[in-house]
């Protein structure tokens, strides 16, 4: 399996382990899982289009969390992107994966960093289900076009 | 009025939207509580706490139920561009809710 695949099953392992009493760490490893599940997924479809295969793995490490999420937020505001003309549906999936991206990335920052802030398992099972719904929704629009638009940006930052 | 740092927003405005849309859940959904604060990019933000019944809250259904609500106060509330705010969701259980009785998700 791709390396985003084994995050996304580890984060489900994470959540799903010890339902009676789960631990804390368990459930934040979790929700942290399944946000690099999908930051690992949407890197590796925008390296997969560099023509030199030598070059990606370098390419790669070149994405930065929050200009990666400004660009996501930025497509959930239907002013600023209204998609006139496009196929409604494509327009839907891709705006809940970047819609995904956003809530994934804030929960990650408050699961690793966040002292004051319990996880229950409903919580991180919610995370894991909203990258399990992001990873099929990216899975039916990959190949658009306005879903390759998106991967552009989040890898150069664009001019305010 | 009150006021966030991020900017002017009418707070009675939103509680009144926020009110008029989860009047339109489903049984499925026990509570809706929110916040309204920055966001951990120090974005203004609008978190909602949302208490689903245990038979939602099962894995299962889980990923179907928080997807459908998440998509309705998207598109009923439309916070990014009516108010500058991103919405974030957290779902509990109404069994969890009970075992930790959170005031914040009360």
């Not at chain 2, 009110?19 to 951990?40: C, F, M, N, W």
């Not at chain 2, 978190?47 to 894995?59: K, P």
Request: aromatic letters at 12%; hydrophobic letters at 40%.
């Amino acid at each position: 399996m791709a390396f985003h695949d084994d995050l996304l099953q580890q984060a489900f392992d994470l959540a799903s382990k010890n339902p009676a009493s789960p631990t804390q760490a368990d459930l934040r490893r979790s929700v942290s899982a399944a946000y690099y599940a999908l930051f690992h997924l949407l890197i590796s479809d925008t390296i997969a289009h560099w023509s030199l295969a030598s070059s990606r793995d370098a390419l790669g490490r070149m994405f930065e969390h929050s200009v990666m999420k400004k660009v996501s937020g930025k497509i959930c505001n239907s002013r600023l992107f209204p998609f006139l003309g496009e196929d409604p549906i494509v327009v839907e999936n891709l705006r809940a994966v970047a819609q995904a991206f956003g809530q994934l990335q804030d929960s990650r920052k408050t699961a690793d960093y966040d002292y004051a802030v319990v996880w229950t398992q409903t919580e991180a099972l919610r995370e894991v289900a909203t990258a399990v719904t992001a990873f099929s929704s990216w899975q039916s629009i990959r190949n658009e076009r306005i879903a390759q638009d998106y991967l552009v940006p989040l890898l150069i930052k664009p001019r305010d | 009025m009150q006021l966030v740092p991020t900017g002017y927003i009418d707070q009675e405005q939103i509680a009144k939207a926020v009110e008029r849309a989860t009047q339109k859940l489903g049984p499925e959904v026990v509570r809706v509580r929110y916040s309204i604060r920055p966001d951990t990019s120090d974005e203004p933000a609008i978190y909602f706490r949302i208490v689903l019944t245990e038979q939602a809250s099962r894995f299962e259904t889980l990923g179907d139920v928080s997807g459908k609500i998440t998509r309705f106060f998207f598109e009923e509330l439309h916070s990014i561009e009516n108010w500058g705010l991103y919405p974030y969701f957290r779902f509990r259980s109404e069994s969890e809710q009970a075992a930790r009785d959170d005031p914040a998700w009360a």
